[in-house]
């Protein structure tokens, strides 16, 4: 059997289809004979192999896409992560992932595997990430997906796409938009862990309970009075760590809170959700 001749306009061809190397083309046309659907699912699996050759290696760069749908009631944020700060700054790179975030806003799935399941042109999202591991040659990762629903959802990126904010708010206009990317701001700068007191989880709640404790009982203070200290040290984390109750960037005379309904007396945080990098 004769040896199927690939051309260097084949090798281009398949190269501008699918962004891989000159000579990785070339080997996947020898490979599959020169039919080019084989070609491509060749290269894909190389991708897969690449990897999972870098499973272990770290993504810590990437790019944070923040979205808002145009009836301003759904939020979402995609976070696609790399390895080289030179990747993440590539154009086709931000452009891919707010490619997802629109995918994510449109279709709004549960979690980030069922976003991975949606399609993006002929792949599933899964599939286009796979391929850009193949592409670009280092760990990629569709590494966080969140979604917000609210009367009125504002968005926010930060420093470069480094990191996205939705904030929800309870009332919809245009009155309360600037108050929402105040607060969304808010959420990049202090990174609150919950809503309000309600919204921390509980094993904090008694991780900080115990140092506070223990802070105490290393001040001397009598085991009575530890509880005391402790519950008081516990408000102060509130105040530090929930959004609401955290001091207004803005005006430091002012909680959230505070600052909202200065706006209007029922205007409030009905939720947030903050993707970073690293």
Known sequence: MSEVKISAADVKK?????GAGMMDCKKAL?????????????LRKKGQKLSLKRAEREAKEGVVIALV????????????????DFVAKNQEFIDLTQELAKIALSTFPADAEALQQEKIGD??????VIEQVGKIGEKIELAA???????????YIHMGYKAGVVVGLNKAGSDFEGAGKDVAMQVAAMKPVALDKDGVDQSIIEKEIEIGKEQARMEGKPDAILEKIAMGKLNKFFKENTLLNQTFVKDNKLSV?????????????????????G
């Not at 398949?14 to 699918?18: A, V």
């Not at 997906?145 to 959802?153: G, I, N, R």
Request: include cysteine.
């Open 257 to 277: 809170k505070d600052y909202l309904s200065g706006l209007d007396d029922e205007l409030t945080v009905v939720g947030f959700r903050h993707v970073t990098l």
């Open 123 to 128: 792949l599933t999202i899964g599939e286009k």
């Open 14 to 18: 398949l190269r501008d289809q699918t």
């Open 30 to 42: 020898a490979e599959a004979d020169g039919d080019f659907e084989k070609a491509i699912e060749i």
């Open 69 to 84: 749908s145009d009836d301003r009631q759904k939020g979402v944020i995609v976070k696609l992560s790399c390895e080289t």
């Open 145 to 155: 997906y969140e979604k917000l629903e609210a009367p009125q959802v504002v968005s």
